[in-house]
């Protein structure tokens, strides 16, 4: 549970480095609120869990995170009809990466969850292997798509920020001990957590204004 709430704190405070009160109304926050909840989800996911009996749980919070994204992506294109151009060519190259992160993360947890995965790997560490290096180019891929929309991210200490965070937890695979890997996380618990995040995200940049 540390290592989750810790994402959560972490991405909550990368997004608030700059204008914390900078919002565009309750609808457009809370969708991009959703969405960070989503990138902490899977940051939180690329933290190893090196004991026995962590695969379940690891594979049913990555079916969140994706349901997460999906839910960032439906809830701002229906909220928004401009937004649908942004699925047509030419869109915004921040646009394409998003994607990109949404389809991987997806076949990822598809592919996890088929036991013909093993015709293809024959030994599960070289399941392991892809699995995580596809599962890290899914991370650089939504942290650019974060970077590049440039929403919420508005100098470059936030920036720097998030590339950090996200390549420590691509690349950093021992520094996260102290967070008590492996890490037996209730799925209700990045459920809630993450539905709270963006309620709290929304709030904060819309109360009052």
């Not at 997004?15 to 990138?39: N, V």
């Not at 969140?64 to 942004?86: C, I, K, N």
């Not at 929403?151 to 950090?164: K, M, Q, T």
């Not at 520094?175 to 890997?181: C, R």
């Amino acid at each position: 549970m540390r290592a989750l709430a810790a994402f959560f704190i972490l991405i909550f405070a990368v997004s608030f480095l700059g204008q914390p009160r900078l919002g565009a109304g309750w609808i457009w926050d809370l969708g991009q609120g959703i969405g960070f909840a989503a990138f902490a989800g899977l940051l939180f996911q690329m933290i190893p869990a090196r004991r026995q009996g962590t695969g379940r749980a690891h594979a049913r919070i990555g079916d969140a995170v994706v349901m997460f994204m999906f839910a960032h992506g439906f809830w701002l294109l229906l909220s928004d009809d401009v937004l649908r151009v942004y699925l047509q060519p030419g869109a915004p190259l921040h646009m394409w990466l998003g994607l990109a992160a949404l389809l991987l993360l997806t076949a990822l947890s598809v592919l996890a969850h088929l036991p013909e995965r093993m015709r293809l790997h024959r030994h599960y560490a070289q399941f392991r292997l892809w699995h995580r290096w596809l599962g890290a180019l899914a991370t650089i891929a939504a942290a650019l798509h974060i970077v590049l929309s440039g929403f919420y991210l508005p100098g470059w200490p936030s920036v720097l920020a998030l590339v950090a965070l996200s390549l420590l937890c691509c690349l950093g695979r021992g520094a996260w001990g102290w967070l008590g890997a492996p890490f037996q996380v209730p799925l209700s618990a990045y459920v809630v957590g993450g539905a709270c995040f963006a309620a709290v995200f929304a709030m904060i940049r819309n109360f009052g204004t």
